[in-house]
């Protein structure tokens, strides 16, 4: 499919995609833009970018000097400031860092449980055989069939009657049990050879030796796979916390964003909710640049977000 | 009694009284047919419980987690949908009403639920919209990006990041686009001296416009598999092709969208999952709230958990929802697989 031969047509393909990825990133660039322009310069017609002053009244410029002083730099004519950050940091009372936090412990929490609870689930799948082995893989299956994001009624009853609500396990309880992390790692488990396992049993190794040092280190890839996918998952999710969370004890940065909405009876102060936004998708887009082929091979290779 | 045969001369059913019995016989645990990794022993050795017990407990965790927040909810959901709940001041026990809570549902002058239908009708708008736009669109994507172009990595992350937003992140970027006084787009438009829309308030346009959000944010997502579907295409059937004379679009047609037909099912199963649950871009996108003509399954359900007198509509509604996810599902398995057998 790759075509080697320059010609119209191949102009016209490579015109077409960079076209098309320029659509897919214009949300992204007008709203950085939007949260490093100044509130008092709103954006009106012929005045999409920063907010340069070609069509300003001396008054609203001078309002921008003075609401904007040693907050931003001005250049050519274009202000560019970094109060909509400060006033997002400041709408949740500075919330911000614990909401920052609290996404990172329900994420990494759910991530390490998730990693003891399926390499066990899966080893067991892969390489025992006991009465039942298939109906029970069959009933774990049906998450995949039945989302667990789905059935947020019950659970949240549930979760209420542990006397959960507002904790850090709220949060994470229902995410620590994975089907998919059990089918992905049975999978990876099979290919491992069973001579390895046999020749660390003579070696002496018991079941948790077996696992740390044999089959672990040969399913790194998968492992990164299923971190990838679990990771940015639990960062994006918001209706689960927005449902057991009332305080800010454990409110994840998603639901600071909700409040976002809540709170700012501004109405269209843009710049003040691109700014939160870009607060909370900053982590993970930048975690996807450093790590962007592994990223595209294990949702490629995954297939559940 | 004192029995003096030992345990291996009884037969089997016999040997369950013996007192010499394991606590745990093997035939109850074990499966009868031999597996390649059994090895066979010399020696009878009486194992440990534990042994036995192993993969039981090994798999222990994982199941109780899945069957407290995924099974069992899921049993409750369909149970507790057949009973009216009485909370309250004087709170009564719940009485079971059959299916009239799903009547209830689609009778439209209801006093409480009388939205479900315009709410049901949209839901199924928004998915079917999103996954017949957004493959189509994710199959382009990966055809134009599966080239060589300066810049690759740039492109293909421009057109993938949406789908690591947060869904209710990456609406907030379209509430920007979509805002009625000084929203992108109707600058521009008023800036080209056409009339702005109010995107998102106006009951007519506000599906369409969630919508559109919704397939840029899914499209880069599902184009990932494409390319990993294209890549896994050897390049040598191009090849033989290119010498039968075959030109680009003979090839796309007979070769690689017929190639690419596992992909294509794969991506249908999971964007109709998605979509039903794809709900949180109504967090930033509330214009479409006012008169529910925007709102989505998923979310008033969220909307309404707060009243305890909903229980029983909230639970019908959930089993009607998990219903149409399953329905899509196996639709789309039935429809392939037939298409499968016909070529053969």
Redesign the interface.
Known sequence: MVNTRRNGWSVAADAMAIGLALLWLAPLIFGLLMSFRPQAAPISSGNIFFGCQSDLSDQQQALIDEREAGRSITFAGCTVTRSNYDAAWSLTNGQWPRFFLNSLIFVVGTLAVQVVTVTMAAYAFARMRFFGRNVLLFALLLQLMVPTGLLIIQNFATIRRFGLLDTHWALMLPYWGSAFGVLLLRQTFRQVPYELEEAARIDGANLAQVLTNVYMPLSVPAYIAFALVSISSHWNEVLWPLIVTRTDTARTLTVGLSLLYENSDTGANYGLIMAGTILVVAPLVGMFMLFQRRFIESFASSGIK | MVCHVPYHFLPISARFFHPARPIFPKV????ATA?P?DRPRTVAVRRPIFTHA???L??A??????F????W??I??VY?SFFIFFPGRNPRPPEFVGLQNYADLFDQSHPIVSDFVQILTNTLIFTVGTVIFSIPIAL??A???????RGL??????????????????A??????Y??????IN??L??FGLQGQNWTGDPDLVLGAITVQNI?KQ???YM??Y??G?QS?P?DI?EAADLDGAG?FQ?LRYL?LPLLRRTTL?LLV?AF??G??T??QL??L?GGLTNQRGNLL?YY??QR?TDPRN?GY??AM?VI??GL??IF?VANFVFFERREDERG
């Open positions: 109850f645990f074990m499966e597996h990794l192993l993969p039981y090994l798999i965790p994982t199941f109780f987690l899945v407290i927040f995924t099974l909810p899921a409750r959901t507790d382009l994507l055809l134009l990006l599966n080239r060589r172009i990595g740039i492109w293909r992350f421009a057109t993938f990041y949406p789908a690591l937003l947060p869904a209710v992140g990456a907030s970027f379209w509430a920007f686009l805002g009625n006084q000084l929203g992108l600058t521009i008023t800036s840029w499209a880069g997502y990932i598999f390319l990993a294209l295409i390049r191009y680009y090839q690689t794969f999971v999952t998605f039903f649950q709900v949180e967090e930033a509330r998923l359900i969220f958990r229980w909230l639970n959930t929802l998990a996810v399953l599902t």
